[in-house]
C-alpha cells in the first residue's frame, strides 16, 4: 500500500514483514527511529520479536550473530562510530558466513566529529566480507531490506543495506509497502544450515591453522562472487512479486549516446537526476550510472556500463587519505584491462553532510573539460577557511 | 513542483509540520517530500525544515535554497537574516504573530500574514505549539490543498483528545486568514 512515510519507519515495517526472531541494537543518530520505530511495533503488538536492548554496538552486533547462529532470523541497525564499534563482530559475522541482514544509516566518521552524512562508516568496513547494497531512495531502502534477508539467507553472507542517513533516513516520501501476505509467501522461514543443535554438538568460531586458512578465505571470495548472480535473480523475483526492481547489481540511465557517464552510489543519484534535467542544456546530458552493489563489486557489468563512453566521473562519499576516493579506485582498477575504456574523474563530494544541490551536475560535467582537472578532488573545498600550510 | 521551508525553534513541531504538510499532499494526490535541516536538536535552537510537493516523482534530495513560500513559526527568528534567503519572487511568508501583516511585509519587502498561531494553540489545545494552525492558514492563503487532506494527516498522526482539539484549532485557523490570496503565486 503506498503511504507518506519518514524513511526509518518504512525500514523498520519492512524488517517487521521480514518476521525477525531477534532484534539487537544501539541506538545512534541517524539510526535511531529505525530502532524507536521496531520498539514501538514490538510494544504494540504488531512484531512479535525477542528485541534485546543492548550497552553498546559490540554487544548489538554479538547478540545478533549468536542468534542468527542458533537458528533464529535476525537483524541490527548501526550508523558511523557504531559501525566501528562493531567492526570486530562483522569480521566475525561474514568469516564464519552468518547470515544476517544490517541497516547501516550512513553517516560520517570523526574525528572531526559529525553526526551528518557521507559514507565512510560502510567504507570503512569495506574488507569485512558482508555484501552491501546500497538505496538511492527509500523505496529502494525498504526493498533492498527484504531482499536482504532472502540473499543473506541464500548465499549465507550477511547483507548491509547502506541509506544515506537523515537524506532518506530522516525523509518523509511516498513508498509503496509490500503486505504481509506478499511478503510472508516469498520470504521462506530462515532454516540455517549448520544451525548451533544441542542435540548435535559443532563448534564454530575455532582456531585455523595456517593450513586452511587460505582455504577459508578463498570459499569466501568465492561465495561473494556467486552472490553477484543471487543478488540480480532476488532483485528480479521480487519485480515479479511487486512490479518494482531496484536495479540487482547497477542501471544505467540518461543519454544512451552521451560520451559522458557519471557513476555514484545512493541518494546523489536522485540529485544528479533531476541535475540532468535543468542542466543539460548548457553542458550536455550523461549516461547516469547507479551502482547498487558495491559488495560483491559487479566488474562485468560495468565494464558493460561504460561502453563507448570517453569521460566517466566516479562520485565518491568518502575519501581515502592518501589515495583518493574508494569507488574511483575500484572503478579505475576495474577498467584498466579495458580498451578505449573512459578516463576517469574522482570526486569525493557531500562529506560530512555537505548539502549537494543540484548544481552539482553542471559542476562536474564542466571538470570534464578541463584538461587540467586532477583525477582526484574533494569537490566544493573552500580552500580560504584552511591555514596557507594546509591548502 | 513547490518548495517550502519552514523555519522554527526546537519544540515548536517544526519537523512535524513538514511531516504534516508532506502527509496531507500524499492525502490530496501528490507526490511529496518533507525532511528536516538535520542539525542536533535541542529545545529552543533555531530549526530548520524543508517540503517539496508534486505532481511527478520527486528526485532532488538537496535543502530547499528557493523556497515558494516560508513559514515561520516563531517571530524572534525574523532577525535572521538568512530568514529568507533565496525566497522566490512573488514568494510569500506565513508568521506566528500578533504584529500587522503589512508591517511585516514592508520590513521584508515580500508578501506576509500574520497569523497568532501560539495564541491560538493556547486556547484550543493549552500548548504553546503553533504548528498545526499555521498549516491551515498557509492551505487557506495558497489554496495548495484542501483543509481535508490536512485533517486526514492529523488523523494519521495522533487521536483521541488531541486529535480533537487540533481538528478544533486547524478549523479556527483556517479561516483566520484571507482565502486564496496568493493562490496566483502558487499556480505560477
Request: hydrophobic share 45%; proline share 5%.
Amino acid at each position: 500500500m503506498r503511504k507518506a512515510l519518514e524513511g526509518s519507519q518504512a525500514i523498520a515495517r519492512a524488517v517487521a514483514l521480514c518476521r525477525p526472531d531477534v532484534v539487537a541494537a544501539y541506538p545512534i543518530t541517524p539510526q535511531t527511529h529505525i530502532v524507536e520505530n521496531l520498539s514501538k511495533l514490538v510494544a504494540e503488538g504488531d512484531l512479535h520479536t525477542e528485541f534485546v536492548s543492548v550497552e553498546s554496538e559490540f554487544s548489538a552486533a554479538s547478540v545478533v550473530l549468536g542468534a542468527a547462529a542458533a537458528g533464529a532470523r535476525a537483524y541490527t541497525a548501526t550508523a558511523s562510530q557504531g559501525v566501528l564499534l562493531m567492526s570486530e563482530v562483522l569480521f566475525n559475522i561474514a568469516g564464519l558466513r552468518v547470515p544476517l541482514v544490517m541497516t547501516v544509516a550512513n553517516r560520517a566518521v570523526g574525528a572531526p566529529l559529525s553526526i551528518w552524512n557521507d559514507q565512510s562508516d560502510s567504507m570503512a568496513v569495506r574488507d569485512s566480507g558482508w555484501i552491501q547494497i546500497h538505496a538511492a531512495d527509500n523505496q529502494e531502502a525498504v526493498d533492498a531490506t527484504i531482499q536482504a534477508f532472502r540473499i543473506a539467507e541464500t548465499c549465507e553472507i550477511p547483507v548491509m543495506v547502506c541509506m544515506d542517513g537523515f537524506i532518506l533516513t530522516h525523509t518523509m516520501e511516498v513508498i509503496d509497502m509490500p503486505d504481509t501476505d506478499m511478503i510472508d509467501g516469498w520470504l521462506p522461514p530462515y532454516e540455517f544450515s549448520r544451525n548451533l543443535d544441542p542435540a548435535a554438538p559443532t563448534s564454530i568460531g575455532t582456531l585455523v591453522t595456517p593450513d586452511f586458512f587460505a582455504e577459508m578465505r578463498h570459499s569466501h571470495h568465492a561465495a561473494m562472487m556467486r552472490a553477484l548472480e543471487v543478488i540480480e535473480q532476488t532483485d528480479a523475483d521480487y519485480a515479479d512479486l511487486t512490479g518494482r526492481a531496484s536495479g540487482g547489481l547497477l542501471t544505467v540511465e540518461g543519454d544512451p549516446d552521451a560520451k559522458v557517464g557519471i557513476l555514484a552510489m545512493g541518494s546523489t543519484v536522485g540529485t544528479l537526476r533531476t541535475g540532468m534535467e535543468h542542466f543539460s542544456d548548457e553542458v550536455g546530458a550523461a549516461r547516469l550510472i547507479k551502482l547498487r552493489t558495491f559488495r560483491p563489486f559487479p566488474s562485468d557489468a560495468l565494464r558493460d556500463a561504460v561502453k563507448g563512453l570517453d569521460h566517466l566521473i566516479v562520485v565518491d562519499r568518502a575519501i581515502s587519505p592518501g589515495l583518493g576516493g574508494v569507488v574511483g579506485t575500484e572503478v579505475a582498477a576495474v577498467l584498466a584491462d579495458v580498451e578505449g575504456a573512459p578516463r576517469i574523474h574522482n570526486h569525493a563530494l557531500g562529506l560530512g553532510g555537505r548539502d549537494i544541490p543540484e548544481t552539482i551536475y553542471r559542476d562536474l560535467m564542466q571538470t570534464v573539460a578541463n584538461p587540467d582537472a586532477p583525477a582526484f578532488s574533494v569537490f566544493d573545498v573552500d580552500l580560504n577557511k584552511l591555514q596557507p600550510e594546509d591548502r | 513542483m513547490k518548495e517550502f521551508r519552514i523555519h522554527g525553534r526546537g519544540g515548536q513541531g517544526s519537523v512535524a509540520a513538514a511531516y504534516l504538510l508532506a502527509a496531507a499532499a500524499f492525502e490530496a494526490g501528490f507526490t511529496c517530500q518533507a525532511f528536516p535541516a538535520f542539525g542536533a536538536e535541542r529545545r529552543g535552537a533555531p530549526v530548520t525544515a524543508f517540503v517539496r510537493i508534486d505532481k511527478a516523482p520527486i528526485h532532488l534530495r538537496s535543502q530547499v535554497h528557493s523556497p515558494d513560500f516560508l513559514i515561520v513559526q516563531d517571530a524572534t527568528l525574523l532577525h535572521d537574516p538568512a530568514l529568507t534567503a533565496g525566497l522566490k519572487d512573488g514568494g510569500g511568508m506565513l508568521v506566528n504573530s500578533t504584529r500587522a501583516s503589512e508591517d511585516v511585509a514592508k520590513e521584508f519587502g515580500c508578501k506576509a500574514i500574520c497569523l497568532p498561531a501560539t495564541e491560538l494553540a493556547m486556547e484550543e489545545i493549552g500548548r504553546p505549539i503553533p504548528n498545526t494552525a499555521l498549516l491551515a492558514g498557509f492551505l487557506t492563503l495558497t489554496d495548495l490543498l484542501p483543509q481535508e487532506a490536512l485533517a486526514a494527516a492529523l488523523k494519521d498522526r495522533f487521536k483521541g483528545d488531541v486529535l480533537q482539539k487540533n481538528l478544533s484549532l486547524i478549523a479556527r485557523a483556517a479561516d483566520a486568514v484571507p482565502h486564496g490570496i496568493w493562490k496566483e503565486a502558487e499556480d505560477a
